[in-house]
């Protein structure tokens, strides 16, 4: 998950993809925020299964032009999980790089976007049920022992995997947010494929098995919140979750099974930690790194409903994103710590990749370099270092701010695209290549995901849609306290 301080491997792994180049386009541009892109027929009139299923563009002050941008961003990024996916086990490359183990979080977005792909006709029906009755059938039969080299453990499973074999890599830890990240992935698939066909039966079925093994009251271990995982040499990690996080989808899925729930009061401490400041005039609660302000708002549509922290300042979770994509916006103006390139449309201080002193174009730069850091607002990290996905990644909160920020960063730094996939990250502070920014190499699974999944939610609201006819979700949310909404 994003979080992790795991070493990753830096060589990358060159491939081609049939995508149209969004980058050509791009520089091709001879107007700030405008793209000339060929015309084509909406996605609506290609799929009218999507059609009317959320807001239209215009509605959001997009354009058409917008929408094929879009459009074209998304496919390239559901490309990656076509690409760089084991078709013996469904198994998915935590990134592009050659010798990447799979990351299981990764998986749960891919599980989550094959839906989508579906319902674009970017893969069909039968395509999609094969791949994801495949993955959920490695992890329903995989060694489960909690060994040294296995899958998993009291339902929950290692964050890293080998690619072939699927037993644990890298000596990472048995995840708690990212066996949750997949979990809702296994119930995106499940929610979707509901025909009566042997095959469909057969998936659901495998989905609930998964989600009823997940042990999420051992993984309290003695505390007062959810900790963060385990290790079969050193037992239970130090660490528990402590402060907002990505973790309302956790303890959705945690409060919301029929096996193994955890009690309320856990998710009530978890709040208890909590921190509402006010920053740039703007009250908010408090979490420097953009992504956690996104990955739950993947797949729970977070709009209109409140639990007792919310309703007691007012606000809700999808306005208190929007309220973080302003104090994004903000510090980038203002700028403290004098970066390249910063201004209201050029932000995105995440969890990324980012450059280091070990890498040899970089010999001779003097301030300190973060590599993979979880870096935030306004208290850093910051190294110049930006997330072009993170603004995609904010469409459904503030839509034409994001998409102006979408457009002026591509159009002045088009070398974070490859094969019209956004690199982790890009430092314009750190220029390389006769002039241009210096970008991460490869491509990481989990900005592919929720490009993918976002701009489908500001779409059509798909896999909201999908989500809020979960059992498990929605009684997971209604046992944390949410109220209002689509709840009611």
Wanted: overall charge neutral.
């Amino acid at each position: 998950m994003r979080h992790s301080t795991l070493h990753r491997p830096n060589a990358m792994r060159h491939s081609a993809t049939p995508w149209l180049t969004v980058r050509n386009a791009l520089q091709a541009m001879a107007r700030p925020h405008r793209i000339t892109l060929p015309t084509v027929a909406s996605p609506s009139e290609r799929h009218p299964s999507i059609a009317g299923a959320g807001l239209s563009m215009a509605a959001h002050g997009l354009s058409a032009d917008d929408e094929a941008l879009l459009d074209r961003l998304e496919h390239a990024a559901l490309g990656y999980f076509l690409q760089h996916t084991n078709p013996d086990n469904g198994l998915v490359a935590d990134t592009s790089r050659p010798h990447s183990p799979c990351s299981i979080a990764v998986v749960g977005f891919a599980l989550s976007c094959y839906p989508i792909a579906v319902e674009r006709g970017w893969m069909t029906r039968a395509d999609a049920l094969e791949r994801t009755l495949g993955t959920l059938r490695f992890f329903a039969n995989a060694d489960h022992s909690g060994a040294a080299e296995a899958t998993g453990y009291k339902g929950f499973y290692f964050h890293f995997l080998d690619m072939h074999s699927g037993a644990r890599a890298w000596q990472s830890e048995l995840s708690v947010i990212d066996t949750a990240l997949l979990i809702a992935g296994v119930l995106s698939a499940a929610t979707y494929f509901d025909a009566e066909c042997s095959g469909e039966v057969a998936l659901r079925s495998l989905a609930r098995s998964l989600y009823d093994r997940v042990d999420w009251r051992w993984a309290q271990h003695d505390g007062t919140t959810l900790n963060h995982g385990w290790k079969p040499e050193c037992g239970f990690l130090a660490y528990c979750w402590g402060g907002y996080s990505e973790a309302i989808v956790l303890y959705a899925l945690a409060l919301g099974s029929a096996t193994h729930p955890i009690d309320s009061d856990c998710y009530r401490a978890w709040t208890a930690t909590y921190q509402w400041e006010n920053l740039y005039g703007h009250e908010f609660l408090y979490a420097g790194p953009l992504f956690v302000h996104q990955f739950s708002h993947a797949w729970i549509d977070l709009r209109g409903i409140r639990d007792r922290f919310m309703r007691g300042k007012r606000c809700d979770y999808f306005e208190n994103s929007r309220r973080a994509t302003e104090v994004q916006r903000e510090y980038a103006r203002r700028n403290p710590l004098e970066r390249s390139g910063y201004d209201e449309d050029c932000w995105g201080l995440t969890a990324c990749d980012g450059p280091n002193a070990d890498q040899p174009e970089l010999a001779g730069v003097t301030q300190r370099l973060f590599g993979y850091s979880a870096r935030g607002v306004p208290y850093g990290p910051d190294d110049g270092s930006l997330g072009g996905w993170a603004a995609v990644a904010s469409l459904p909160f503030a839509p034409a701010v994001a998409m102006r920020a979408v457009r002026d960063m591509l159009q002045r730094y088009p070398e974070m695209l490859r094969d019209d996939r956004y690199a982790s990250s890009f430092n314009p502070g750190l220029p390389v290549n006769n002039g241009e920014a210096w970008v991460s190499q490869g491509h990481y699974g989990l900005d592919q995901g929720i490009v993918v999944m976002m701009i489908e939610n500001l779409r059509s609201g798909l896999p909201w849609r999908l989500m809020r006819t979960c059992p498990g979700i929605a009684l997971g949310l209604r046992r944390a306290g949410f109220r209002g909404g689509w709840l009611a």
